[in-house]
């Protein structure tokens, strides 16, 4: 069964550093087609794309937001997607989402249960 938990969140003052990683499981030989993102959500706010990286780790695209401040990551061969966040900002605060989705078959589409960070002094 395809899962993806993500870890890291924490509570950091502004300016402050955090490393969210998504471990993904049950994808099998496969992980490397599969469009890695983490979105964002704040209380009261729609859900948002903070940044992707493609299968083959040739391309990603950031939030203007995060532009940056944030790099994302994926290791293919342990299954792993990092999101390094720099200069945290109070408005980053809220709960990130690890999402796959297939490169070609867009309705293959996986969500993590969501880490909390918290940026506040």
């Known amino acids: 069964q395809v899962q993806l938990v993500e870890s890291g969140g924490n509570l950091v003052h502004p300016g402050g550093s955090l490393r969210l990683s998504c471990a993904a499981s049950?994808?099998?030989?496969?992980?490397?087609?599969?469009?890695m993102s983490w979105y964002r959500q704040a209380p009261g706010k729609e859900r948002e794309l903070v940044a992707n990286i493609t299968a083959t780790s040739r391309s990603t695209k950031y939030a203007d937001s995060v532009k940056a401040r944030f790099t994302i990551s994926r290791d293919n061969a342990k299954n792993t997607v990092h999101l390094q966040m720099n200069s945290l900002k109070a408005e980053d605060t809220a709960v990130y989402y690890c999402?796959?989705?297939?490169?070609?078959?867009?309705?293959?589409?996986?969500w993590g249960q969501g880490t909390q960070v918290t940026v506040s002094s």
């Open positions: 999402n796959a989705r297939h490169a070609y078959r867009y309705e293959i589409d996986y």
């Open positions: 049950g994808f099998g030989s496969v992980f490397g087609m599969f469009t």
